[in-house]
């Protein structure tokens, strides 16, 4: 699933899910205590001996003053 937010300016912002040869990416967000938004992005590819390897990055962050609605995975 993919994540959405509504900024306070009113434009929307969209992280899709995807998927190629030879990664899979999903993105998720966490809601910290102090408001901010942090969306992260984990990938999985294959290593050289042919294991699935996640790798988790964080893309975004927004302050709590910048965001006033999310969906998708959390």
Known sequence: M???IRLLSG??????DGRTDTEIRA???KIHGSGALVVQCTTTK?????????YTDTVDVFGP?????VSGDD
């Open 46 to 54: 294959n290593d050289s001996d042919g294991y699935a390897v996640d």
């Open 11 to 16: 434009k929307s912002v969209t992280y899709e």
């Open 2 to 4: 993919s994540v959405e």
């Open 27 to 29: 993105y998720r967000y």
């Open 65 to 69: 003053a910048a965001w006033e609605k």
